[in-house]
């Protein structure tokens, strides 16, 4: 046995690394056990915007007929490999039935809870931590050419503000004036003055330095490859040999569905893949992170650099980068900027999202099992949800009050 811990926690990402901070704080002695290097995982090329303004699922009504259309639009930022995969259909099936007007109600006021309440902790979790990440409540833009789509949102504003998420809709001259990065030809924006950004990789990066100046433990090159539950606690097996604690957090990300394998847990999480590009920052850059909503393009300024970023692709655990996907990243932010690329190319890279079928993380014990709990399924908003998330990991495996109601992210709902 190479030790014996109190928490090992599966997955070193935002989600675990979060995860084993705030239970190192409850005074627990935690280990991560990371298959690649800290951060190297989906944490680590992503858009970095904290965004309560995202709190509608992708579960929405219509998302299934707008799924299909994309299919067949070259360039569209959906996209599903035709291949012979009965996990996936079993997911888009389970996707398509929950994509109606009751669960996606129920699945929005959940996930502003989580995510307001990590994005509220965000500055004190950041400070206490020393976390050097370009941290910024700068706000987050969507920015639409097409009218007819800007009004087609409306009803979304709506249900964001009856949420407590407060948005500003700001028309295209006007908003023309103040950002002179954009093309002529916004129709309308709508700001989400709540929102904010950093850099992930840097907050991850910091993370992994705080658990560690604090005792914390992290094992990289350290793939997990069997758990086994024992009365008591939980034993793993891994590239670097075997390991004992009394909890375990499976954290992986969008591989939880083959590591939860090992203790028979079905989870249902695809890897929903997507691209960015890293650029040195251009010089007409905008002055917050925006969203070129037609185009599903996230562009995300830091003092570091500039990133584009999206698309959603289905095609399993495919390790490729696609050249006509990331082609569609620069042509679609040349629609809207004048400015759309970086003097310098720094990154090309691709994340999986874990996407959970009903797009709720799933945070909490593990069905059958008293020792295994799961910090999984954040899809498009792990950096977002992280500091709440990691609360709440640490609030139910050590049996205190949580600080949000956490029964809609009970994995038992798939049980
Ligand atoms: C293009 C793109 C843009 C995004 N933009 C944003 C954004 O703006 N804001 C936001 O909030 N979110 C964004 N996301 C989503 C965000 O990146 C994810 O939700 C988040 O990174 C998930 O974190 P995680 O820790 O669960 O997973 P990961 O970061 O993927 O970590 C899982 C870790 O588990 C490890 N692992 C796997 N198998 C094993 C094993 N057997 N044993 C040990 N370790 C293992 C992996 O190596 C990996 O490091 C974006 C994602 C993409 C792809």
Redesign the pocket.
Known sequence: MEGSDDVLI???????LASALALLETGRRVRV????TA?????HG??????PSHAAPLAAPGAVAKALGWMLTPDAPFYVKPRFDPALWRWMLGFAARSNPRDWKRAMAARAAILQASRDALPEWIARYGLDCEFEPSGVDYVYRDARELERFGAEIDALRALGIAAEVIDGPAYLREEPALREGVAGVVRFPGDARLRPDRYVAGLARALRARGGAIVEQ???EAIEATGAGVEVRTAQGRFAARDLVL?????SPK?GRALGLRIPVQPGK???ITYSRPALAPKRPIVLKERSV?VTVWDSGYRL??TMEFSGYDASLNRRRLDALERGAAEYLHEPVGPRKEEEWY????LAIDDMPLIGRAPGHAHVWLA?G????????SAATARLVAELVGGAAPHLDPAPFDPARFA
Do not use: F
């Open positions: 599966v997955g070193g990402g935002v989600v675990g056990l990371e298959a690649g951060g190297c995982g989906s944490s992503n858009c970095g915007t904290i965004t350290c793939a997990v954290a992986a990300g969008a591989w590591v997507g691209y960015s996230c970023g999206s994340g999986w999202r874990p999984t954040h899809g498009m908003l792990g950096v977002s949800m």
